[in-house]
């Protein structure tokens, strides 16, 4: 049985779980999702939380099983506290700055590079080396901070570029002197 899929999912104040067949909808402060389950699974809100069952124990059923809790868990975390994603920008005149709802990136190129805030996603920009990528929906946020990290990743001899808060660059040596 799936450790993950039997767990069920508290339902905080505030929030609101409904259940249309297979279609999962969970309003909360935030905002609204919905998620469209696998009909196999059997989704029920029961007293205060959600379970998420089977039908069987067929391969299928079980490798889907607790990915629909887990994607469940992700909409009732997203409306009620958000997800976040923080880059940060390293590199001599590079720098990030907020103009309206346009994120206006100097990353060493010859031109700007700009981004613009989604409806479901925002930028906010704290410092000229910070962005911190927020929304609901978890699946869109790192989406979409994994596309601004793409602008310019991040290089391995001066670490130049835009990366994670929490990710590490293996720093790699120069080339060796000929000679001298």
């Given at each position: 049985?799936?450790?993950?899929?039997?767990?069920?999912?508290?339902?905080?104040?505030?929030?609101?779980?409904?259940?249309?067949?297979?279609?999962?909808?969970?309003?909360?402060?935030?905002?609204?999702?919905?998620?469209?389950?696998?009909?196999?699974?059997?989704?029920?809100?029961?007293?205060?939380?959600?379970?998420?069952?089977?039908?069987?124990?067929?391969?299928?059923?079980?490798?889907?099983?607790?990915?629909?809790?887990?994607?469940?868990?992700?909409?009732?975390?997203?409306?009620?506290?958000?997800?976040?994603?923080?880059?940060?920008?390293?590199?001599?005149?590079?720098?990030?700055?907020?103009?309206?709802?346009?994120?206006?990136?100097?990353?060493?190129?010859?031109?700007?590079?700009?981004?613009?805030?989604?409806?479901?996603?925002?930028?906010?920009?704290?410092?000229?080396?910070?962005?911190?990528?927020?929304?609901?929906?978890?699946?869109?946020?790192?989406?979409?901070?994994?596309?601004?990290?793409?602008?310019?990743?991040?290089?391995?001899?001066?670490g130049k570029g835009i990366r994670y808060v929490d990710e590490y660059i293996r720093r790699k040596e120069g080339k060796a002197g000929k000679g001298k």
């Amino acid at each position: 049985m799936s450790r993950i899929g039997r767990k069920p999912i508290n339902i905080p104040a505030g929030v609101d779980v409904k259940v249309d067949g297979s279609v999962i909808t969970v309003k909360g402060p935030k905002g609204e999702l919905s998620y469209t389950a696998n009909p196999a699974m059997t989704v029920e809100v029961k007293d205060g939380s959600v379970e998420v069952s089977r039908p069987d124990d067929n391969k299928f059923n079980r490798s889907i099983h607790g990915l629909t809790r887990t994607l469940i868990n992700n909409m009732v975390v997203g409306v009620t506290e958000g997800y976040t994603k923080e880059l940060k920008v390293t590199g001599v005149g590079y720098r990030v700055q907020k103009q309206g709802n346009k994120c206006v990136m100097n990353l060493g190129y010859s031109h700007q590079v700009i981004v613009e805030d989604t409806a479901d996603v925002k930028l906010e920009v704290p410092d000229p080396n910070t962005i911190k990528v927020v929304g609901i929906d978890k699946q869109k946020v790192g989406q979409f901070a994994a596309e601004i990290r793409e602008k310019r990743p991040p290089e391995p001899y001066k670490g130049k570029g835009i990366r994670y808060v929490d990710e590490y660059i293996r720093r790699k040596e120069g080339k060796a002197g000929k000679g001298k």
